[in-house]
């Protein structure tokens, strides 16, 4: 069945408007909660306050729904029956309703929702503000008028009078910051720009026009472009009619196409770091972008998620390279660096390593057996790691002494073959006895001093030749221990080593937002018997925690400017290749450092025992 509500309102002369609407329900509720079919706007209502069933015989039950009961026919009641054909009225706060059946054969039931007037309109003028204010419309003009002076008129006579603005004017007490002129900006500078907060014109150099990138290049003139223009205009590719109609518009009003500074950097976002630009102005163009680019090297980008090539590393895959190639991280890539190192070896916590880690103890830095922290040292800003220092983070355990004079200990020096060879050479011809040399005396080491052992065939005996310095440099000899023998100009010498100190060089990784993990995580160090295993997580790796940018169920979100900077070389930007050291190790610089605690441990221990 259904109920026919006619709604019937009063203007302010006294005219009806009257509004019909339909509700094909059996019941219909009452109240002056928002949900109601016959919603009450009164406070005297209750939010569900009554409802209305139809019953058979075309009668109708009108029960209240809350603690308040309602009026019928001029008597309080919760719950009633009626007939809608003899008619009835309703009363709620102050509203009435009239319930009455149009047409014999009318199944429809008319309800006129009309409300009272509790008190005259002159009773009520005493309570408005109406006569002590002027008319809307004249508020209205005023309004508007102090608007204009506030917020155009004081700003635009504040500009033309007030003297020139230094550079940066930070500060409301600068002379040239104009008045009144917040309500123009649409939000707070980023914290690199703060200082100019005062100071629009530093930027905004022409009145409502967009900022040129020729006033960005004023202060960031050593920034490098992401590639030549007409290379970057074919890699985006023509644009759709909707784009370029937007930006015809825009030029219009003197913002720059694509590609210029504000396109990615948008400023007035709020105090902070400037938001990073999202990943779909990257992928506008590395998405599809080979087949416009048909000479690009790169692989098509759009989500780290879902489109991303398999990362690649700059490595030397084999001996003599002068330059380094990039290798897949698929598989199990290998890398040519001139070291001969078994971590696995390193890292058991069991074996000859441990052993000697558990009894150099905590005075020298260890633990039990050898972790990662042992031999890499985190840089200031955790980004990366330092390099490996043999003095600093080998020597406690791999010792380079090769004499003692008196009580002092006589050293190689790592990195230096010439300088070897001339300590070598000048080791006094006078045989050592095992009383003088602690060298002879038995000490259980990698590479014994014992007579039979590593180190006492290498440098124990006298030296009367240059045997011991072949020997020394040879595959068994202590050099070749670590580093593969070679010759140069027919004299031994050892390989060059090759460490990168950076593997991306299109990416960028930050150590220190993953020191949460363990090592392990990502790098399989524990299971790796060879150098030449090139310990670099893969794509796979990454996406256990990364996802794309709008990845909902993605440990971290990301986006291209996580890892990708737009600016590549320059001043602050992501390294190119021939930027990164290629070599360091015995024929490359030295590198200076405090040696560890472990190595002042052995000594005294040295020292004891010639006592």
């Known amino acids: 069945m259904a109920f026919l509500i006619r709604t019937i309102d009063r203007t302010a002369d006294g005219r009806e408007i009257i509004r019909d609407r339909t509700v094909e329900e059996d019941t219909i509720t009452v109240g002056r909660g928002a949900d109601n079919d016959i919603h009450l706007s009164d406070l005297a209502v209750e939010q569900y306050h009554a409802r209305i069933d139809q019953l058979d015989g075309g009668k109708l039950r009108i029960e209240a729904a809350g603690t308040l009961g309602f009026h019928l026919d001029g008597r309080v009641t919760k719950s009633d029956q009626i007939d809608p054909h003899e008619g009835a009225e309703l009363s709620f706060g102050s509203y009435r309703l009239v319930i009455s059946q149009e047409g014999q054969a ?38 508007l008028v102090a608007i204009l002076i506030a917020f155009l008129a004081v700003p635009i006579y504040s500009h033309l009078t007030r003297p020139a603005a230094s550079l940066p004017a930070a500060g409301p007490g600068n002379k040239g910051a104009v008045a009144m002129d917040a309500s123009w900006s649409t939000g707070a500078l980023s914290q690199a720009h703060h200082a100019l907060e005062d100071n629009c014109e530093a930027c905004h150099t022409e009145p409502f026009k967009s900022v040129q990138d020729t006033t960005c290049l004023t202060c960031h003139e050593d920034i490098a472009d992401h590639a030549d223009k007409p290379r970057q205009l074919t890699g985006r590719g023509p644009m759709s009619t909707g784009d370029a109609l937007q930006w015809a518009v825009a030029e219009h009003f003197g913002k720059e196409g694509p590609g210029s500074c504000t396109t990615c950097h948008t400023e007035h976002e709020g105090a902070g770091r400037m938001e990073p630009a999202a990943q779909q102005f990257c992928a506008d163009c590395h998405d599809t972008m080979d087949t416009r680019l048909t000479d690009t090297r790169l692989g098509n980008a759009a989500d780290f998620g879902t489109s991303h090539p398999q990362l690649q590393a700059v490595v030397f895959t084999a001996p003599g390279q002068t330059k380094p190639v990039r290798v897949s991280l698929s598989g199990k890539p290998k890398e040519y660096s001139g070291l001969i190192f078994p971590h696995d070896m390193h890292m058991s916590r069991r074996g000859g390593v441990a052993k000697m880690a558990s009894r150099l103890g905590a005075k020298a830095g260890y633990g039990s057996s050898l972790v990662c922290a042992d031999c890499h040292t985190p840089t200031a800003d955790e980004v990366g790691f330092l390099p490996v220092n043999m003095e600093q983070d080998c020597e406690s355990c791999h010792s380079l002494v090769y004499d003692k004079v008196g009580t002092t200990f006589r050293t190689l020096q790592h990195g230096d073959v010439a300088q070897m060879r001339a300590d070598l050479a000048a080791l ?25 052992g590593l180190y006492y065939q290498n440098f124990g005996r006298p030296v009367r030749s240059l045997v011991a310095i072949n020997r ?8 070749g221990e670590c580093h593969i023998p070679t010759t140069t100009n027919g004299k031994p010498d050892v390989m060059p080593v090759n460490l990168r100190d950076h593997f991306l060089i299109n990416g960028r990784f930050d150590h220190e937002p993953h020191k949460q993990e363990k090592c392990a995580s990502c790098h399989k160090a524990d299971s790796s018997s060879t150098s030449a295993d090139l310990l670099l997580p893969p794509l796979a790796t990454c996406r256990t925690c990364h996802m794309g940018e709008n990845d909902t169920k993605a440990d971290v979100p990301s986006g291209c400017a996580m890892c990708h900077t737009y600016h590549p070389g320059g001043k602050g930007g992501q390294p190119g290749i021939e930027a990164v050291p290629l070599a360091r190790g015995p024929t490359g610089p030295d590198l200076p450092g405090k040696q560890k605690q472990g190595i002042n441990q052995i000594l005294a221990m040295l020292g004891r025992k010639s006592e």
């Open 106 to 143: 009318s199944p429809t039931i008319a309800i006129s929702q009309v409300e009272n007037a509790a008190q005259s309109s002159d009773d009520l003028a005493g309570f408005s503000l109406a006569g002590t204010l002027p008319g809307k419309r004249a508020s209205a003009w005023l309004a």
């Open 428 to 452: 006094d011809r006078v045989p050592r006895s095992a009383a003088n040399n602690a060298m002879l005396r038995g000490r259980q080491r990698p590479g014994q001093y014992s007579q039979g």
């Open 472 to 479: 020394a440099l040879a595959k068994d000899g202590v050099c």
